[in-house]
């Protein structure tokens, strides 16, 4: 039986322990659990146990969790992330239900995502996916062209570019799990320097929390971990 509760306690202390060994600010690494594949009760146990910020990939399997906390009542208490790749004709209901977008790597994606959003709701807090391994079946914008998208977001009034994300390919060796880390950081930091007011490094999982840390995430995503093995 899986204890979601003591599973959170454990990577909130282990995430704690390290901002405090790379010397960063208390409480400067947001914990976003990735839910994807999770049935509804671990996802209740987790919100039970104090977690607010879920990620997801499927769209359809996002709603009917949302619906679900919506007959629940505490919908309003959750911060829904898309992690997953956006197929066009998904974007109205992403734009519509969820706060932040980690994923975006185009700008047909990003036009739709602005035009779709309810002008009553908050700006959609984006990040840039970027294919750090250049990998060509890997999703994510290439280096060379982060900047004209980051640009063309700052001209979309509904969306608030946050920052980037990455999914670097698997690497077991530390200092490897950092360089690619520290790759995104570099240019993260080279758009601030260009005026971009970026905030947040979506990056780091199970496996390589610790060297996303160690390179500054300010968001790391955390799914088995905490919730065991998906649902097949």
């Known amino acids: ?82 992690i997953g790749g956006i197929q066009r004709n998904k974007t109205r209901q992403i734009a519509e239900h969820f706060a932040w977008v980690h994923s975006l790597d185009d700008a047909m994606i990003a036009k739709r995502l602005n035009e779709q959003r309810p002008t009553h709701a908050p700006r959609l807090s984006i990040c840039i996916q970027v294919n750090i391994s250049q990998e060509p079946t890997k999703s994510g914008v290439v280096f060379d062209e982060v ?33 690619s880390f520290h790759t995104l950081f570099l240019l993260w930091q080279a758009l601030r320097e260009k005026g971009f007011a970026l905030d947040t490094l979506s990056m780091g999982m199970s496996d390589d929390m610790e060297a996303a840390i160690a390179e500054g995430a300010t968001i790391v995503r955390i799914g088995q971990a905490i919730f065991g093995e998906r649902i097949k």
């Open 1 to 82: 039986m899986i204890n979601i509760e003591n599973n959170l306690k454990i990577v909130r202390a282990n995430l704690n322990a390290l901002e405090q060994k790379y010397h960063r600010k208390p409480g400067s690494v947001t914990l976003l659990a990735v839910s994807k594949q999770q049935s509804f009760t671990k996802m209740k146990q987790a919100f039970l146990a104090g977690q607010r910020a879920f990620g997801e990939s499927y769209l359809q399997e996002a709603l009917e969790k949302i619906q679900l906390f919506q007959q629940e009542k505490i919908n309003h208490e959750i911060e829904w992330h898309f």
């Open 147 to 179: 900047f004209a998208l980051a640009e063309y977001c700052y001209t979309l009034p509904q969306l608030h570019l946050r920052g980037l994300m990455a999914v670097p390919s698997l690497q077991h060796d530390f200092a490897k799990q950092r360089e």
